[in-house]
């Protein structure tokens, strides 16, 4: 894959620890306990490394787009969802050796929209291109 191709990894909006289903969203992360927000980000990096071990190592500098298509039509805050899904994202694939760090420098640019309504697989696609 050349340096202008896009790469996609699907992210999951919702996570299952235990019985409980929580959201990725700011809501969720603020009032959580600090113990259940570090399970989320473990199993977050958990369910995408796969997908993110097949991009390209050691990108430079990359621009990230995060399509959301949610569950129903309830409205939402995109910066809610975004927020948190960029913060585990982004810091998976710092560890996961795809970026050398999340910073502005290799992060150059950070954008959100609304995907549409996908009741059977609801999900944020993360669209990276690498400048």
Do not use: W
Not at 75 to 100: C, H, M, T, Y
Not at 124 to 131: G, L, P, S, Y
């Amino acid at each position: 894959m050349a340096k202008g191709d896009i790469h996609i990894v699907n992210l999951p909006y919702f996570l299952t620890i235990g019985k409980k289903r929580y959201s990725c969203n700011l809501n969720q992360y603020r009032n959580a306990h600090y113990r259940l927000t570090n399970s989320m980000k473990r199993q977050f990096k958990d369910e995408i490394t796969g997908e993110v071990l097949d991009l390209p190592e050691n990108m430079q500098q990359v621009k990230i787009h995060y399509k959301i298509f949610y569950e129903n039509k309830r409205k939402f805050d995109l910066d809610n969802v975004v927020s948190v899904i960029s913060k585990f994202a982004q810091d998976a694939l710092v560890e996961l050796g795809r970026l050398p760090d999340d910073n502005y420098e290799h992060i150059v640019q950070i954008t959100g929209t609304f995907g549409g309504v996908d009741k059977e697989n609801p999900r944020v696609e993360m669209r990276i291109k690498e400048i």
